[in-house]
């Protein structure tokens, strides 16, 4: 893979023929290689990864644009992508995010992200199957939340740390009794709301003037509370973001009853991708919700 033609080829699709005149490695997550890419038109953050699945790039651009197109929440704009036929590799070009944060960026963060929840879809899931981080994501489409977020998301995981030798007898059988018992805590009528879907610390940045803007999303249609159960699962949002979202989209006071079991299928998540070290925390919301 020669990255400085790629990167060439990329430009000249978009029409920017100017020369590149900076290319250096930034931050850009475990996943993927990212850079800093400047031409004499302007810039921009390229993601490239090697042998991909397919989809991998495409995916992520359908759900940026799917955003964008609410027009509530701002992403990156997409330039390009492109996948090689053969899976050799895969390039995301986007729009380079610049800013600071400001006192005002939580809040408008929770604003956004508020009406973005109240952008609905006919169904639950997504007509495409998606990534979520690097894991395939099937979806489809589904006239009842339980029935997806059993299925699709807690069940996918489940089969998936069975391969990997990551659900012990005990584990297994607390989660049937857990995927048997849903409708205890979930709700039998939501909204399908448009999710981000991987909301995490990491997932939104401050642009000019302190705008937020959302990033690597795993977008599906789905309870909004699901969003918000990941972003208290690690942290890294402060009171003034949640306190801007309930102005606009209060809570439903059962949300602390059946946060947990949302988060859990992101704790499912990071146990297939790292291992044991999420077992534990498994461990625990299974205790709290089957004994």
Known sequence: MNLSSILREALDQIGDKTAIVQCKSVSGGDINAAYYVRSEHRSYFAKINERIPP???QSEAAGLELLRQTNVVRVPKV????????????????????????????????????????????????????????????????ENWIDYFRERRLLTQVQLAEQKG????????????????LNQWLPPTCKPSLLHGDLWGGNWMAGEHGIPY????????????????????????????????????????????????????????????FGETYGASVDRILQRYVG
């Open 55 to 57: 989809r991998f790039f």
């Open 79 to 142: 330039y390009h992508c492109v996948e090689a036929e053969d899976g050799s590799y895969g390039l995301l070009l986007l729009e380079w995010i610049e800013g600071e944060e400001t006192d005002q960026t939580p809040v408008l963060l929770g604003q956004a992200l508020a009406r973005l929840h109240q952008c609905y879809g006919q169904y639950f899931g997504l007509a495409e199957d998606s990534f979520i981080g690097r894991l395939p994501q099937k979806n489809g489409q589904y």
């Open 166 to 181: 990551r659900m012990p007898t005990y584990r297994r059988k607390k989660m049937e009794a857990l995927l048997q018992s």
């Open 214 to 273: 959302l990033i690597d999303p795993s977008v599906f249609y789905g309870h909004s509370e699901m969003d918000i159960a990941f972003t208290e699962l690690f942290g890294g949002f402060p009171n003034a973001f949640y306190r801007s979202y309930n102005e606009i989209q209060p809570l439903s006071p059962e949300y602390k009853d059946r946060k947990e079991l949302y988060q859990l299928f992101y704790l499912l998540v990071h146990l297939n991708l």
